[in-house]
């Protein structure tokens, strides 16, 4: 008997043994240097718990060893240099790329021994979220929550407002009706018949002063008229929704991404186009839901999410299968920025070759509000807009202040030489200047520039 005790206890020894050797293989790297080095070098192809341009990685190891029976070894050799573990015969290899469309994997011959470890890691044993994640959360929970509560106590004042503004209409109604039977009354009766007699006669006498009077209201309404006509078709502050609720702020600011990679022509253009949905899904191909920390009041990740599945409703993306089904649906966006027909405006111009003197000139004259990219300057700070808005005036008086207080940018060797004769000869014309050279000076004031 106590040898059987004996041989229990050894029994289940070695099986203890057995199991931490086997979930060594799994938990001999840092599964949080892991993460990191997962989101810069796996992401963009691959998810811990879908299949994205390659298979889902949640797991690999285990599957891998139950499949194929294949070990960590065969990973280090995939994904430091598949090509050559492909050239070398190796079956497996070649099922994985003839299956993803004989797509090459990228080889990752820097990664070392470790830092794939350390990948593999993370794909088995994914660490759980910080608390900072759920602090943020929580933070934007309590703002969205702040931000309904101001509305409702907005709401209530203007509810107030409008009910004290009623009772005092009311009560001017009571005591109007009180004057009209008053005057209905025998003893006002000739007093009335008095008092129109003595207006007409008033009226005879400042006949003179009542017409200029008239003709002061009547130039007052023309001005009136006149500088409504002039504000139409200026939309500053416009800012409409869109079909597809795309953030700026998330995509601009808090993800930094250049404003040109996705309008591209802005910079080779003339005209800065709406971007294309297939430059939508270069990113949202692989990113399938929101996991950003930032959240607009009222939003939350569902809402996102949802935004994202309009993408591939609107291309015919199929997240499931990865592939394009050809039932494409158009987006109709609503404009914001729209010069009229007799304006020539150049993006590419203004983008390249005014960059630096524009910035400089903006920056300049708002010290306290300065940019790093020169589309901020007429467009505004988008990237902290959720929504885009019209930030300026874009009127012609706007564009000519302008050109009157942009420096051209002399220390450029091919401006020194091309307005070489232009720049001595404003040096003895405007020597105030000190010999700056501003955009008006070039040409910036010609009609024909801006209109043909």
């Not at 139950?66 to 430091?80: A, F, G, R, V």
């Amino acid at each position: 008997m106590i040898s059987w005790k004996k041989h229990y206890k050894k029994g289940l020894i070695a099986i203890g043994l057995l199991l931490s050797t086997g979930a060594s293989v799994y938990a001999q790297g840092d599964a949080k240097n892991g993460e990191k080095l997962f989101k810069a070098n796996c992401t963009a192809c691959h998810a811990l718990d879908k299949q994205l341009v390659g298979p889902a990685l949640g797991g690999v190891v285990d599957r891998l060893k139950k499949e194929q029976n294949l070990d960590t070894d065969w990973l280090h050799k995939w994904i430091k240099d598949n090509e050559a573990l492909r050239k070398s015969g190796d079956k497996y290899a070649n099922q994985v790329f003839e299956k993803f469309n004989k797509t090459a994997m990228t080889p990752f011959p820097s990664l070392s021994d470790q830092d794939i470890t350390d990948i593999l890691e993370y794909t088995t044993n994914p660490p759980a979220p910080e608390p900072a994640a759920d602090a943020a959360a929580t933070q934007n929970s309590a703002a969205n929550l702040e931000a309904a509560k101001k509305e409702k106590t907005n709401s209530t004042i203007v509810l107030i407002s409008l009910l004290a503004i009623g009772g005092l209409l009311l009560w001017l109604l009571l005591k109007l009706r009180q004057l009209v039977k008053l005057q209905q009354t025998e003893e006002l009766s000739g007093l009335s018949e008095t008092r129109v007699k003595s207006f007409a006669e008033f009226y005879q006498k400042y006949n003179t002063f009542g017409k200029v009077a008239l003709g002061l209201l009547a130039l007052f309404a023309f001005y009136g008229i006149w500088n409504w006509l002039m504000w139409i078709g200026v939309y500053k502050g416009y800012q409409p929704e869109q079909p597809i609720h795309f953030s700026h702020k998330i995509h601009a600011g808090e993800n930094k991404i250049d404003c040109q990679l996705c309008h591209s022509s802005a910079k080779y253009g003339k005209v800065s186009e709406i971007p294309s949905m297939n430059v939508c899904m270069n990113c949202h191909r692989n990113i399938s839901e929101y996991k950003g920390k930032y959240m607009e009041p009222g939003k939350d990740k569902a809402f996102y999410d949802a935004e994202i599945q309009k993408i591939y409703a609107a291309t015919g993306w199929d997240p499931a299968s990865q592939s394009y089904t050809g039932k494409t649906k158009p987006v109709e966006w609503t404009r914001i920025h729209n010069m009229p027909d007799f304006v020539y405006f150049n993006h590419s111009q203004h983008v390249v070759a005014g960059e630096q003197a524009i910035i400089n000139s903006h920056n300049k004259k708002n010290p306290n509000a300065k940019i790093d990219v020169v589309c901020k300057a007429c467009h505004g700070a988008v990237d902290t807009m959720n929504v885009v808005k019209m930030a300026n005036d874009f009127t012609m008086g706007w564009c000519i202040e302008c050109h009157r207080t942009t420096e051209v940018d002399m220390t450029n060797g091919y401006n020194q030489a091309y307005f070489k004769n232009l720049h001595d000869k404003l040096k003895k014309q405007y020597p105030q200047k000190e010999g700056k050279i501003t955009v008006d000076a070039i040409g910036g004031m010609e009609c024909g520039k801006c209109h043909y």
